[in-house]
């Protein structure tokens, strides 16, 4: 039986997708210049984090492996993502590693969730 084109391509792009998931690799976020309100288990501040392609800030509960935060400066990172071996019940499978600070720039960020710390100086 002779398959359609299209129907190959399809086939090969899913197995291609599926061949991604994943698979350990780097990626490029960004972490706004402010923390924001957030609640976890108590009332806390999050860090605010945009992945690649994404326009809104994302909370983020936990810190990000090996990378210290200092308000007032938007960064760049270079980090992976891990799945979390036996999460606890409130907390997230995935963790975030610093990999490399590609940049550090004194600034507020734009676009931040009303909710977010204010650093003008």
Excluded: H
Aim: aromatic share 10%.
């Amino acid at each position: 039986m002779k398959l359609p084109s299209y129907l190959l391509v399809l086939l090969a792009a899913g197995m291609m997708a599926a061949g991604c998931a994943g698979k350990p690799g780097t990626e490029q976020v960004t972490v706004a210049s402010s923390r924001a309100d957030c609640i976890g288990v108590a009332p806390m501040k999050c860090l605010l984090i945009r992945f690649p392609g994404e326009s809104d800030w994302q909370f983020w509960y936990d810190g990000i492996e090996g990378f210290t935060y200092e308000p007032g400066y938007e960064y760049k990172l270079k980090i992976r993502r891990e799945q979390r071996e036996n999460p606890a019940a409130d907390q997230s499978s995935l963790r975030l590693v610093l990999v490399k600070e590609l940049s550090k720039e004194q600034k507020t960020s734009e676009g931040l969730p009303p909710s977010a710390d204010n650093y003008n100086d």
